[in-house]
């Protein structure tokens, strides 16, 4: 246990064993693959042609932000060329489907139906549709384990949208809420203040939306002021994910630099 | 050693793990039971000529994958376990249901609080971990599970 837990030398062993659970995992999760199959077959014609005409005009109109965007993104190129700064390349993604959640109410983890062999590495940060969702913290071969940023042992530095200002938002243990630490009571934050990930740290990529706040208190006699915020993404709905590669995601210095001591 | 009853135990030790990951609505995702805890308990008290200690290891290492616990964790636990079943072995043979069920509900959580101090102790990780709820649905599954368990078992016998 403790070799496991302090050197790398048991990760093979662990990640052989893997492929023996990988026969029980997929039978286990074939009654939920043909119900999630019976529901979207027995659809209704009317139903989807509905949803076609839906999904048609929302794909018209994120194409039409995507035109914007590339101008945007050729403007900040250019911006950042003239400020000597380094270009900011796009992520590369790989879409990953939920397959099981942690029963145990005190953490937050889910299972994702990628792994190892689809090139996923423990520290990689992992997305849905609104925002991030997490990262992943054990990987096996077909399969890995992601810690949602709802839970109370995890934390992401974030920035306000509106204004830069930085903060560590930690997890609770509650889906719904994140709670800001550190804070002082003068930091210009306000109720519905975008945050989004600062990229501070290392571990995961600047710029993607965290959460949104819902309440801020300034407590007179208190250094910090009590901020929640609700993470911006479905943690509890979504089931379609994207685990991202960015070149710095998911990096983090070396252990001995930020390891306590004492 | 009979083969038959080997592929029997096996296929037992399988459906608990099938049953281990089956994933459940929200309405009832309380309900988990520790079905390879109770499969365990069949096997070392109807076959214990092929359930014994050895399967702590092979049991334990892939539970710990399965809940990316330490490496050695739950093989320690299990080593527990099957350790007390064998030696209340005759009490439990003569004991009633209820009996059984209660002695099984304090082996379960005596695997849980174990749990807890150990990861407190050896890994320094103060997580709460579940007592009573294991331990409660493992006791109440145990009637079903060993009538089904022991037809299965002496059928074959």
């Not at chain 1, 990262?135 to 830069?164: E, K, T």
């Not at chain 2, 805890?37 to 050895?54: F, I, Q, R, S």
Request: aromatic share 8%.
């Amino acid at each position: 246990m403790w070799l496991d837990q302090n050197t790398s030398y048991l990760k093979p062993v662990r990640y052989a064993i893997g492929y023996v659970l990988v026969p029980p995992q997929k039978i286990a999760l074939a009654p939920q693959s043909v119900i999630y199959w019976l529901g979207d077959s027995a659809s209704s014609r009317e139903k989807l042609m509905k949803q076609n005409d839906q999904l048609r005009s929302r794909n018209f109109i994120l194409e039409n932000k995507v035109q914007r965007l590339a101008a945007l993104e050729v403007e900040n190129m250019e911006l950042r060329k003239l400020l000597s700064a380094s270009t900011k390349v796009q992520d590369d993604v790989l879409i990953t489907s939920v397959t099981a959640v942690d029963p145990d109410p005190y953490t937050q983890q889910i299972i994702i139906d990628k792994g190892g062999s689809d090139g996923v590495f423990v520290g990689q940060p992992v997305l849905d549709a609104h925002g991030l969702l997490g990262q992943v913290i054990d990987v096996l071969p077909f399969s890995a384990r992601v810690l949602m940023i709802a839970d109370n042992n995890h934390a992401i530095p974030v920035q306000v949208n509106r204004n830069g200002v930085r903060a560590v938002a930690v997890g609770t243990g509650s889906l719904s809420q994140l709670d800001l630490i550190y804070v002082p009571n003068t930091a210009d934050i306000k109720v519905g203040d975008t945050l989004i990930s600062s990229g501070l740290g290392g571990r995961y990529p600047a710029g993607y939306p965290v959460a949104e706040v819902t309440t801020v208190e300034n407590i007179p006699g208190e250094s910090y002021a009590t901020i929640h915020a609700k993470p911006t993404a479905h943690l509890d709905r979504s089931r379609h994910l994207l685990l991202v590669f960015t070149h710095d995601a998911g990096r983090v210095p070396p252990v001995e630099l930020w390891q306590d001591k004492s | 050693m009979s083969m038959t009853r080997l592929f029997y135990a096996l296929g037992m030790l399988f459906l608990a793990f099938v049953l281990e990951h089956l994933p459940l609505p929200p309405i009832i995702d309380w309900f988990q039971p520790g079905w390879i805890l109770l499969v365990v308990t069949v096997l070392v008290l109807v076959t214990p000529e092929v359930a014994g200690m050895w399967l702590c290891i092979p049991l334990g290492l892939l539970l710990d994958i399965e809940y990316s616990a330490p490496l050695g964790l739950n093989v320690m636990l299990m080593a527990v376990y099957i350790g007390m079943l064998q030696l209340l072995y005759r009490r439990l043979y003569l004991f009633n249901i209820l009996q059984q069920a209660a002695t099984i509900f304090m082996l379960v959580l005596g695997v849980q609080v174990l749990r807890y101090w150990a990861m407190v102790v050896l890994i320094g990780d103060p997580r709460p971990v579940m007592l009573l709820t294991p331990a409660a649905l493992t006791a109440l599954m145990w009637p079903w599970v060993y009538a089904v368990g022991y037809v299965v078992l002496q059928r074959i016998r």
